[in-house]
């Protein structure tokens, strides 16, 4: 009778062990990636900070991992510590297969200089200041000469069009020899780290026309589409100190006319 129970108990639990032993031995696909992609972030982690004398393996800021700056696109001279992301984010992604041109290398090198040479608080930048107050209070208008030209980023929406608009926006910069500045708004310091070293990309509080930012729409009179559409001002001879570019979802058609290199001609005199 006892021999019976122990068979009836064994044909039971037999599905079990056959389940369980299948689901160990071959674990889902995704599983197994995850577990491989966590071996090798730690891998590299602990491997690239073999000198440091942190018992946890993990880098004491010594030295870091070779990857850090990206290939160069990050200049190398930062505080290490001032902003942990900067170092640390390449611990979350694959490494890409494809490496940065030296041209490119080169326009950015070249762009961290004039960004040092215009940026905020700098000689450059507290001439351009004073003329681009002066213009803007009708004293004279710009005449193209000025050393530093700046393209400002208002603080607009959320993370993600920040992202994408900031990136849009130093594109231009760079292939326009302008300098980026970002307005700082609620969060903006707090969100990105500071990309250019030596300097701030950060708007400075005695910007001359930080206080009509909330005010500029499709309306105002240094809105370019809405130039465009009185016709106002785009002679040769009379350059506005600044231009406002209304790039939001609701822009139309006067304003998509930035995009089109022949109505470029104010964009490449004024100040900003």
């Given at each position: 009778?006892?021999?019976?129970?122990?068979?009836?108990?064994?044909?039971?639990s037999?599905?079990?062990?056959v389940?369980?032993?299948?689901?160990?031995?071959?674990?889902?696909p995704d599983?197994?990636?995850g577990?491989?992609?966590?071996?090798?972030?730690?891998?590299?982690?602990?491997?690239d900070t073999s000198?440091?004398?942190?018992?946890d393996?993990?880098?004491?800021?010594t030295?870091?991992p070779?990857?850090?700056?990206?290939?160069?696109?990050?200049?190398?001279?930062?505080?290490?510590?001032?902003c942990?992301s900067r170092y640390?984010?390449?611990?979350?992604?694959?490494?890409?297969?494809?490496?940065?041109?030296?041209?490119?290398?080169?326009?950015?090198?070249?762009y961290?200089?004039?960004?040092?040479?215009?940026?905020?608080?700098?000689?450059?930048y507290?001439?351009?200041?004073?003329?681009?107050?002066?213009?803007?209070?009708?004293?004279?208008?710009?005449g193209?000469s000025?050393?530093?030209?700046?393209?400002?980023?208002?603080?607009?929406s959320?993370?993600?069009?920040?992202?994408?608009?900031?990136?849009?926006a130093?594109?231009y910069?760079?292939?326009?020899?302008?300098?980026?500045l970002?307005?700082?708004?609620?969060?903006?310091?707090?969100?990105?780290?500071e990309?250019?070293?030596?300097?701030?990309?950060?708007?400075?509080?005695?910007?001359?026309?930080?206080?009509?930012?909330?005010?500029?729409?499709q309306?105002?009179?240094h809105?370019?589409?809405?130039?465009?559409?009185?016709?106002?001002?785009?002679?040769?001879e009379?350059?506005?100190?600044?231009l406002?570019?209304?790039?939001?979802?609701?822009?139309?058609?006067?304003?998509?006319?930035?995009f089109c290199?022949?109505?470029?001609?104010l964009?490449?005199?004024?100040?900003g």
């Open positions: 009778m006892n021999l019976m129970k122990i068979l009836a108990a064994l044909l039971v037999l599905p079990v062990l389940t369980l032993s299948l689901v160990l031995r071959s674990p889902p599983r197994i990636k577990f491989a992609d966590a071996r090798v972030i730690q891998r590299l982690t602990r491997n000198s440091s004398n942190s018992e393996g993990f880098s004491d800021h030295q870091m070779k990857d850090t700056l990206h290939d160069g696109l990050i200049a190398p001279g930062f505080d290490e510590g001032s942990l640390q984010s390449n611990l979350y992604r694959k490494i890409s297969p494809h490496k940065p041109s030296s041209y490119l290398l080169s326009r950015l090198r070249n961290e200089h004039h960004h040092k040479k215009c940026g905020p608080h700098t000689k450059s507290k001439t351009a200041m004073a003329q681009l107050k002066s213009t803007d209070q009708g004293n004279s208008s710009v193209g000025t050393e530093c030209k700046y393209v400002v980023w208002i603080s607009y959320g993370l993600g069009n920040k992202i994408l608009t900031i990136t849009s130093f594109l910069a760079l292939l326009t020899n302008r300098v980026l970002v307005d700082p708004g609620k969060d903006m310091a707090d969100l990105f780290c990309p250019f070293p030596e300097n701030s990309w950060l708007l400075s509080k005695d910007f001359s026309i930080k206080e009509k930012f909330n005010k500029f729409d309306k105002s009179s809105c370019y589409g809405n130039m465009l559409k009185k016709k106002k001002n785009t002679s040769s009379l350059v506005p100190s600044f406002y570019l209304h790039l939001a979802h609701d822009y139309d058609e006067q304003d998509k006319l930035f290199d022949e109505y470029h001609s964009t490449g005199k004024s100040l």
